[in-house]
């Protein structure tokens, strides 16, 4: 695995400026990278030309993709060369230089697909619950342990459990704005593929947030039908329940505490994964 050929698919949204961040962390890795694929959904002329005079640094290349984030990564796959390794960046996302070494070395150690830690601007670690040490994943901790931007695949991976539903996830033409890699993973937890969490594995993600927002809490809406979506199609319904009356007891729990905006929050979650559970969403919602 020393000798792995490690590429990267980034769907990108036009995001110049974190792009050049993230292919200059590139440039810099101690296990180089051996092809990078941009899959432009603005077919914006800034992107071209920033691809054009970074291919004289990195193995880089760009394809036209629309329909949103899953479609650019499967269209990214679609245009690879031959490797062993795939790991799919967002275009707000950076590596420190042993990102991808480390990478590799979990993979040799674990086979099948190896997620790694997010690390925000403010040094919290998201969604993803702590951990100091390596776990297999299983259809339960996938949900809380794996992101997108995280996760490297052995290349064989995708001939087994297939590709990114492109039904699912940010910019797809469904209501169904996320959900994506729980269901690629589950997927490949079902084919007795390994996964696991390496919190080894680091990736660190500029996007602000501020969930006292009106904003944050309709984009958290848009992402629980998505995983509402996704819960439905691999899990019974006391799993589908239990996955509503966490964010309902959430919000009472709030909301007597004087706590409105996170009452809020937890309010537009259980919204969400319920519209995305029974598959059509409230009328007028946002």
């Known amino acids: 695995m020393s000798d792995s050929r490690v590429a990267l698919v980034v769907s990108t949204i036009g995001r110049t400026a974190e792009l050049e961040e993230l292919l200059l962390s590139l440039e810099s890795q101690s296990h180089p990278v051996s092809a990078i694929v941009i899959a432009d959904q603005t077919r914006d002329h800034e992107v071209r030309r920033l691809v054009t005079r970074w291919s004289r640094r990195l193995p880089v290349t760009r394809v036209i993709s629309s329909g949103g984030a899953s479609a650019g990564r499967n ?41 790694g830690l997010l690390i925000t601007t403010k040094g919290t670690t998201g969604r993803m619950a702590t951990a100091d040490h390596p776990l297999p994943l299983d259809n339960k901790s996938v949900w809380r342990r794996a992101m997108e931007a995280t996760c490297f695949f052995e290349r064989d991976f995708f001939s087994t459990a297939g590709h990114f539903d492109p039904n699912l996830g940010v910019g797809s033409p469904t209501p169904w704005q996320s959900g994506e890699i729980s269901d690629l993973l589950l997927r490949g937890l079902r084919h007795n593929i390994p996964v696991w969490f390496n919190p080894t594995v680091r990736v660190y993600d500029r996007t ?27 899990h019974g319904p006391a799993r589908c329940a239990q996955s509503v009356a966490a964010p309902a007891a959430q919000s009472v729990y709030h909301l007597l505490r004087g706590q409105p905006t996170a009452a809020s929050l937890k309010l537009q979650v259980l919204l969400g994964r319920a519209e995305g559970i029974v598959g059509a969403v409230l009328p007028h919602a946002p």
């Not at 690879?80 to 150690?109: G, I, K, M, N, S």
């Open 75 to 115: 269209d990214g796959i679609a245009n690879l060369p031959p490797c062993d390794v795939v790991a799919f960046p967002d275009d707000d996302v950076w590596y420190q230089p042993d990102t991808v070494e480390r990478a590799v070395h979990a993979l040799r150690q674990h086979g099948g697909c190896v997620s």
């Open 208 to 234: 602000p947030v501020d969930p006292d927002t009106t904003a944050y809490r309709l984009k958290a809406r848009r992402y629980a039908r998505g995983t509402g979506r996704v819960l439905r199609r691999h």
